[in-house]
């Protein structure tokens, strides 16, 4: 069994532990401040309720993006380091 993992390997682990994490903190948020504000805007475009769940998937959904663009950018560089 080959023990050695990429660079590629690590980094998606810690990206789906990061976008766990934004859930769980999404979650804990929604659940405490629903009372204060029973709904939030995203980009002032769309007014959602504030749930658990929905703040949940929102922070899982905008972590997935912000972290898919950086690694979509590393691959990039990575690809003209070749030397």
Not at 39 to 47: G, K, L, N
């Given at each position: 069994m080959n023990d050695?993992?990429?660079?590629?390997?690590?980094?998606?682990?810690v990206g789906g532990?990061?976008?766990?994490?934004?859930?769980l903190i999404g979650?804990?948020?929604?659940?405490?401040?629903?009372?204060?504000?029973?709904?939030?805007?995203?980009?002032?475009?769309?007014?959602?309720?504030?749930?658990?769940?929905?703040?949940?998937?929102?922070?899982?959904?905008?972590?997935?993006?912000?972290?898919?663009?950086?690694?979509?950018?590393?691959?990039?560089?990575?690809?003209?380091?070749?030397?």
């Open positions: 050695e993992r990429t660079g590629r390997q690590v980094l998606l682990v532990v990061v976008v766990g994490l934004a859930g979650f804990f948020i929604g659940s405490n401040s629903a009372a204060s504000s029973p709904t939030f805007e995203v980009f002032e475009t769309v007014a959602l309720p504030t749930t658990p769940v929905s703040v949940a998937l929102y922070g899982m959904l905008l972590t997935s993006i912000v972290l898919g663009g950086l690694f979509v950018a590393v691959e990039a560089a990575s690809r003209y380091d070749d030397r």
